[in-house]
């Protein structure tokens, strides 16, 4: 049984850095990050998947890195440069793709992801 619990979240000022992790029990194929801001839609913002290969969403390019250990059973998103418009609730997801391609796509919405976290809140101020 697949279970994932974030950790990490916080309050920090704008151009700080944070690292979430995320207990990815029981499983280490595609996984990735979401967030969701007070008012607005879910989205994407870095998978990963195999032995490495990631995608990210165009506005943490530079700044956000994911990445996992195995043996740990961890997600990790470190996130440099934080900016106010950062601030969400972030959630860890893990789905069953048979392909890169296939669990990249995710990345836009993460509608096909199976497993998800409740979330750790990250809160950047000025």
């Known amino acids: 049984q697949v279970e994932l619990v974030e950790f990490g979240g916080g309050s920090v000022q704008a151009g700080g850095s944070l690292r979430l992790s995320c207990s990815v029990k029981g499983y280490t194929g595609c996984m990735g990050w979401f967030r969701q801001a007070p008012g607005k839609e879910r989205e994407g913002v870095a998978i990963?998947?195999?032995?490495?290969?990631?995608s990210y969403i165009d506005s943490v390019k530079g700044r956000f890195t994911i990445s996992k250990d195995n043996a740990e059973n961890t997600l990790y998103l470190q996130m440099n440069s934080l900016k106010a418009e950062d601030t969400a609730m972030y959630y860890c997801a893990a789905g069953s793709f048979s392909t890169s391609s296939s669990c990249t796509s995710q990345l836009r919405s993460g509608t096909g992801m199976d497993y998800w976290g409740k979330g750790t809140q990250v809160t950047i101020s000025s």
């Open positions: 990963i998947y195999g032995v490495g290969i990631t």
